[in-house]
């Protein structure tokens, strides 16, 4: 089956077609600026990249000019578009409506709709991409893939607030976690690679991106995980705060004379490693800073791999045990200093990295020593596969 992917926010859309019996990308590629100009770049696997100045008005021409390419005869892969099976849409945020991925129905859409609120950035983009494509496929089944829907399995313990219950009640104001395509994928493959069913361990998935998450993973079940409500919470991010002292919130807003929506812009957008170094939010701007001495890029990463290793103890000790680590993700799988800074010290909770090891970058290995009780691996990451498996297993 031919299982296209689509992965749509407010003014991108990211797509990839798979071929789902030999899990091949055939191509992919990126609308961007949709609605105010529109670029789209596309690549068919061995043949060359190209981009081309678009006319994106909306997610509807953006849809349409994906199918052109894809239906290109120099650039394409298609001879018509009847040859798509499928849809499978990545949508941020399911609520407690969705604890599984779900073929799209109209019913499925307004309960999709009805999760807004939590996601008022997201969603509404997701939902675009899914009318703009039901429009131009309409007889093609869609499915719709869940970032939150993995951790649906924690504990209430794990996902309730310490704030008056009547918040959870009347507004579902609660943990639901993100990355959780991901953080399933890679525990999945982590518990493969250590020899065991993903229902005997205990496992830790590191997803370390721009965006970053750890999710504890006890016999193939999210049992708890660093994000919150929204993708704020948790770890240090590229742009984001992660956890702060939410009285810092108005004690900063008092002082410099700003509004809830600017703090929010603040803490999403300007913070992180980008707001500790000064520099930049990308971990290869960080390296090069630290090496040319730049403390505050040195602060950025310690800050950051320090949390990293504080919800490793966390969630070892919330499962009261750890089989193994997995580090994923474009930081996870590329960064070999943040790994070791993460992981030094926690040998008396069985981890030990091999050094040489750890140098790999964006490849699937072991990293620690051969005798460390605790594996730990890299293992890659990979949503739009996952979203294609997700897909074809529901039609
Ligand atoms: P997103 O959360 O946007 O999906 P990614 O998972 O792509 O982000 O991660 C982006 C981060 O990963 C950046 O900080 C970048 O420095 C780092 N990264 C990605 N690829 C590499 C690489 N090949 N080598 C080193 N760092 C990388």
């Avoid at 089956?1 to 191509?27: F, H, P, R």
């Avoid at 061995?46 to 008005?57: F, L, R, S, V, W």
């Avoid at 939410?246 to 812009?265: G, L, Q, W, Y």
């Avoid at 992180?272 to 990463?301: P, Q, Y």
Wanted: a negative charge.
């Amino acid at each position: 089956m031919k299982v296209l992917v689509i992965n749509c926010g407010s003014s991108s859309l990211k797509y990839q077609l798979i071929d789902s019996e030999t899990e091949a990308v055939l191509a992919k590629g990126l609308c961007e600026r949709i609605t105010i100009d529109g670029k789209l770049t596309h690549t068919t696997t061995g043949k060359e990249k190209y981009t081309i100045d678009a006319d994106m008005p909306d997610h509807n021409a953006a849809v349409q000019y994906v199918l052109d390419a894809l239906l290109n005869k120099e650039t394409g892969v298609l001879s018509s578009l009847k040859e798509i099976d499928a849809v499978g849409h990545r949508i941020v945020h399911g609520g407690e409506k969705f604890a599984k991925s779900t073929v799209i129905t109209d019913d499925v859409l307004k309960a999709i709709e009805g999760c807004n609120d939590l996601a008022p950035l997201h969603n509404p983009a997701n939902l675009i991409g899914i009318r703009a494509c039901k429009k131009l496929m309409p007889d093609v089944p869609m499915v719709a893939v869940f970032d939150t829907a993995f951790h649906q399995t924690m504990p209430d313990k794990a996902y309730m607030y310490g704030l008056p219950y009547e918040y959870y009640v009347n507004y579902k104001v609660r943990r639901y976690g993100f990355h959780g395509t991901s953080h399933c994928f890679v525990s999945k493959r982590l518990a493969a690679l250590i020899g065991k069913k993903p229902e005997e361990c205990k496992l830790i998935v590191c997803h370390l991106g721009n965006g970053s998450s750890i999710t504890a993973v006890d016999g193939g079940k999210s049992v708890d995980t660093t994000m919150g409500l929204t993708p704020l919470a948790g770890l240090p991010m590229g742009t984001r705060t992660g956890d702060v002292d939410p009285a810092i919130i108005e004690f900063i807003a008092s002082k410099e004379n700003k509004t809830v929506k600017e703090m929010n812009d603040i803490l999403n957008k300007k913070s992180g490693m980008l707001g500790l170094s000064g520099v930049s939010s990308d971990f290869r701007d960080l390296d090069a800073g630290i090496a040319e001495g730049n403390d505050r890029c040195r602060l950025a990463v310690d800050v950051f791999s320090y949390a990293v290793k504080k919800y490793i103890g966390a969630y070892a000790a919330a499962m009261g045990g750890l089989d193994a680590i997995a580090f994923t993700a474009g930081v996870g799988e590329n960064n070999p200093y943040v790994r070791r800074l993460a992981t030094e010290g926690l040998e008396f909770m069985g981890i030990t990295l091999d050094e040489n090891a750890n140098q790999v970058r964006g490849e699937e290995a072991r990293i620690s020593t051969a005798d460390s009780p605790v594996a730990v691996w890299v293992v890659p990451t990979n949503e739009e596969l996952a979203i294609a498996r997700e897909t074809v297993a529901l039609i």
